[in-house]
């Protein structure tokens, strides 16, 4: 099984949960951030994981564009989907599934699932720092990994 991990992050939780997912999953696995590299073509790989961070209910644009883009070939693909997001039901969420990922190629993954949340503070800018204080009276780094949520998902993906 020969893999690829497209990840799109804002502070860095999603791309530490696509190395959490690699480290489960057997074969070859390689990672990319769709916001910093160019994503190889997707002949050479039998399963696509792509996986964003929530903010406001929506995932970074340059992953939705990469979807979009490659949805056909997607399509063809054995497809993992996961979310880093402070809701843990996020990807249950009708609202948010449909302004995340295409409704045709959620219904062809074998995995959707929100895999942890990180509040860095040391890193946030002012508004963002602002907002997590005010809707989840958080004032403090937290990071945390859905331990059993990562090797289900990932199980489901060598399946
Ligand atoms: C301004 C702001 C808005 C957010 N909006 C949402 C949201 O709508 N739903 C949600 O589940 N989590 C939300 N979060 C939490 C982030 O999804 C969470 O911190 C995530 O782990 C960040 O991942 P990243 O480090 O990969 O960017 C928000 C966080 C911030 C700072």
Request: hydrophobic content about 40%; aromatic content about 10%.
């Amino acid at each position: 099984m020969k893999t690829i991990i497209i990840y799109s992050t804002k502070y860095g939780c999603a791309g530490e949960l696509a190395y959490l997912i690699q480290k489960e999953l057997k074969g070859e696995c390689k990672i990319v951030n769709v916001m910093k590299s160019s994503v190889p073509p997707l002949n050479d790989y039998d399963t696509v994981i792509l996986g964003g961070s929530l903010y406001i209910g929506r995932i970074q644009k340059q992953l939705k564009k990469y979807v979009n883009e490659h949805l056909d070939t997607l399509l063809t693909k054995k497809v993992g989907l996961f979310l880093s997001a402070g809701d843990p039901k996020a990807a249950e969420n009708e609202v948010v599934r449909k302004n995340v990922f295409p409704k045709a190629l959620i219904e062809h993954a074998v995995a959707f699932d929100v895999l942890g949340y990180a509040y860095k503070f040391d890193k946030m800018g002012f508004l963002d720092r602002f907002i997590v204080k005010r809707v989840a009276g958080l004032s403090e780094n937290v990071t945390e990994y859905y331990e059993n949520r990562i090797k289900a998902f990932a199980e489901a993906l060598t399946r």
